[in-house]
């Protein structure tokens, strides 16, 4: 019990180790980065849009009844980018980066692949996790970032051409309550999502074991465990900042 | 030398291999036949040391399998070669960089570079420059085994053992393997374990056959011999064998 409980860990560890002296082939890691990243930019680019307009237009109704809709740019962006974006943007990466990389090396353990690398004497984390990490954690922070200048971008298009919010008036107001603590924030919980789906994708592709229907449940353990574990370092995330932001006095509101 | 000395394995109450003992000399070919579940596949895996006998030591060349640290395994595995029954090769590689992957100083050379230190070990399958820059997807089954074998050779191994190397390939495509295992086993002094049910070709390229049967052994001699061996399983393959031919 406490073994299979310590596995991940020692999992992250190996992976983490493996970095002192790359096995991969030339290239791999940026051959992930393709493969994983510059496949995700269209469903991002649109799911940050959305998120945004979405959030603009959610905002916008609670505010009305205040007759408080010029907050409306620095509300939604904040919103948005503390908490809302980086969480349902990570959703989708779980679903596209996560179930992709576990797919891939759970197909690589069922078909022996795994165990022709360490036959020939090589590290399997070393050659096969260690490119796909990095490039995981690197594309998955890249994407979370360009999802969340969307979200902006999406707020600002509705709020100007929905509801009648003037666009300069619309960022004239973020810098009132977007920090450089919220834009912290969204950076740290990118990197954290980011290293999350990285590390269960990898873990459960790896240790896949069962043929297909192995594969399948590898899949689907890595989609449900990324985003139980997504929701919980939000939070944890979110919690830290605000105290870290208590006790520093940083401006912004703790969303 | 390979060396088993009373190696038995049970898994639960099922017993795969009972006091088996051999000694493979080197540069020798020896074929391990027998039923399915007869514990062919499970005997290869003991001599790379992914199994461990319950009772009985194996020895390969100076490696004692029961106590190999991990890196005195990295090393065992650099003097065995292995091609798996499927070619195993990694999808998201070249032919070429599937072939070199094992060689050290592999991670900072080019694709080209790759294809330049490949070729040898290409050619010695039969294989040239046109398949090194493929990817394992884009080439029949046949050639994929071709690629496996470069790949087990490009470590410049003592032994090779192949565990059901013809599985899926069609005849002429079996007979080609066959004649490259030995090919390349003679050419470079190389001992060749090989776990196969193909009683016709292990007669033509074997130096010695062992045939397996209930985890027992119950023939081992030269391929001419075999005929004599009055074992019903024995005799239950050279029929089979025989009816093949008509």
């Keep these: 019990m406490m073994a299979s409980m310590l596995a991940p860990f020692e999992f992250l560890l190996a992976t983490l180790r493996s970095y002192r002296r790359p096995l991969w082939p030339h290239g791999e890691v940026i051959n992930q980065m393709h493969q994983v990243g510059l496949g995700s930019m269209i469903t991002v680019i649109f799911t940050g849009a959305f998120v945004g307009a979405i959030m603009a237009v959610q905002v916008s109704l609670e505010l009305r009844d205040f007759g408080a809709q010029g907050f409306l740019g620095g509300l939604t962006t904040s919103v948005t980018l503390r908490n809302v974006g980086p969480v349902l943007i990570a959703f989708l990466l779980a679903g596209k980066v996560g179930a992709y990389t576990s797919a891939e090396l759970g197909n690589m353990r069922v078909t022996d692949q795994v165990e022709a690398i360490r036959c020939l004497g090589i590290d399997p984390i070393g050659f096969l996790i260690a490119p796909r990490f990095l490039a995981v954690v690197v594309s998955s922070f890249l994407l979370l970032l360009m999802g969340l200048l969307f979200t902006l971008l999406g707020g600002l298009a509705v709020a100007s051409w929905q509801l009648d919010v003037n666009t300069l008036y619309f960022l004239r107001e973020i810098p009132r309550f977007v920090t450089g603590s919220s834009f912290s924030m969204a950076l740290v919980k990118s990197l954290v999502f980011g290293t999350l789906i990285a590390w269960i994708s990898c873990y459960r592709g790896f240790f896949t074991k069962g043929g297909s229907a192995g594969v399948g449940a590898a899949v689907r353990r890595t989609a449900v465990e990324c985003l139980v574990w997504i929701l919980i370092a939000d939070y944890v995330t979110s919690f830290i900042f605000n105290r870290l932001g208590e006790f520093f006095g940083w401006g912004g509101i703790a969303v | ?246």
Aim: with cysteine; net charge neutral.
């Design chain 2, 1 to 246: 030398m390979i060396a088993l000395h009373n190696v038995s394995k049970s898994f639960g109450e099922k017993r795969v291999l009972r006091n088996v003992t051999l000694e493979v000399p080197d540069g020798q070919i020896c074929f391990f036949l027998g039923k399915s579940g007869t514990g062919k596949s499970v005997l290869l895996k003991h001599l790379l040391g992914i199994m461990q006998p319950d009772e009985g030591t194996v020895t390969v060349d100076e490696f004692q399998l029961a106590k190999l640290s991990p890196e005195r395994h990295r090393e065992l595995f650099r003097r065995c070669g292995i091609v798996f029954q499927f070619p195993a090769l990694l999808d998201s590689l070249t032919v070429a960089q599937n072939v070199i992957m094992a060689m050290p100083g592999f991670a900072k050379w080019s694709e080209q570079e790759a294809v330049d230190r490949s070729l040898p070990w290409l050619k010695q399958v039969g294989l040239g420059d046109e398949v090194a820059n493929f990817h394992p997807v884009e080439l029949s089954f046949g050639v994929q085994k071709r690629v496996a074998i470069a790949r087990a050779m490009a470590v410049e191994p003592r032994h090779l053992l192949f565990d059901e190397p013809t599985t899926g390939l069609d005849p002429i495509a079996s007979d080609a393997i066959h004649a490259l295992i030995r090919k390349v086993t003679k050419e470079h002094g190389m001992t060749a374990i090989v776990v196969s049910h193909d009683l016709r070709r292990a007669l033509a390229v074997a130096d010695r056959l062992v045939m397996l049967d209930a985890g027992q052994i119950v023939f081992d001699g030269k391929p001419s011999e075999f005929p004599r061996c009055e074992h019903a399983t024995a005799k239950q393959f050279l029929a089979a064998n025989e009816r093949s031919y008509r």
